[in-house]
């Protein structure tokens, strides 16, 4: 089946820095990825819309500049949280598409200290 | 904002029973999914059911889908321990990419 794998799957970071998150579909072409944020016991809100090749589309209130997507292949698609805050600390999830329903990773828990 | 409601919000049973999860959704809809999610992990798909389908089984799983409600129901029977995890619906609402908007999910605990 469809395998969607997540790089890092956990990362501690201090305020301030930049962290990068790997998304890669390893056995099919995604020309669609997409990324999600979750707090603890709470659901999933789609963060933004990664398309390979051209911008990202992002969801009301997510800041673009704090969220750098890049869709540079069709396998791999990176979310890079910027100047990273402690209240940025959350689980980071990302999906994509492959002909059929969606496929996730297993997720990236941030800790911002 | 996430237009799924999804009751219990959490669900507590003992082996052997049924669980069932309820979700409500609010604007038109191409097709319902289920989804299941162990703590701190992704997400794993369980079943799709379209607009124009009122029932699906899959194994232990029976979906309803109701669109005149706007509701839908996810049924697990003789439940195990290993079912003990967080369910979410999700809506489709046809967009050409599959944008999803996710309901609050349940939180299901299966006792030995």
């Given at each position: 089946g469809a395998v969607v794998s997540q790089h890092p799957s956990w990362v501690i970071c201090k305020s301030g820095t930049s962290v990068k998150i790997e998304c890669r579909s390893l056995d099919f072409q995604a020309t669609t990825m997409f990324w999600y944020r979750q707090f603890p016991k709470q659901s999933l809100m789609l963060m933004a819309t990664s398309n390979e090749g051209s911008k990202a589309t992002y969801e009301q209130g997510v800041e673009k500049d704090k969220f750098l997507i890049n869709h540079?292949?069709?396998?791999l698609s990176t979310l890079t949280v910027t100047?990273?805050?402690?209240?940025?600390s959350s689980f980071y999830i990302c999906s994509a598409r492959a002909g059929g329903p969606l496929h996730f990773g297993n997720g990236t828990r941030l800790t911002v200290t | 904002s996430q237009q799924g409601e999804e009751d219990p919000q959490a669900l507590s049973i003992q082996e052997g029973e049924n669980a069932t999860m309820n979700c409500s959704y609010k604007t038109s809809i191409n097709n319902l999914q289920w989804y299941r999610q162990n703590s701190g992990r992704g997400l794993v798909h369980l079943i799709l059911i379209r607009s124009n389908e009122r029932e699906k089984h899959s194994g232990r799983l029976r979906v309803t889908l109701d669109t005149s409600k706007k509701s839908s129901s996810l049924l697990i029977t003789?439940?195990?321990?290993?079912?003990t995890a967080s369910y979410f619906c999700a809506t489709d609402a046809g967009t050409s990419y599959g944008k999803l908007t996710f309901g609050q999910g349940t939180i299901l605990t299966v006792h030995p």
């Open positions: 540079a292949s069709l396998t100047s990273a805050h402690p209240e940025d | 003789a439940s195990r321990a290993a079912d």
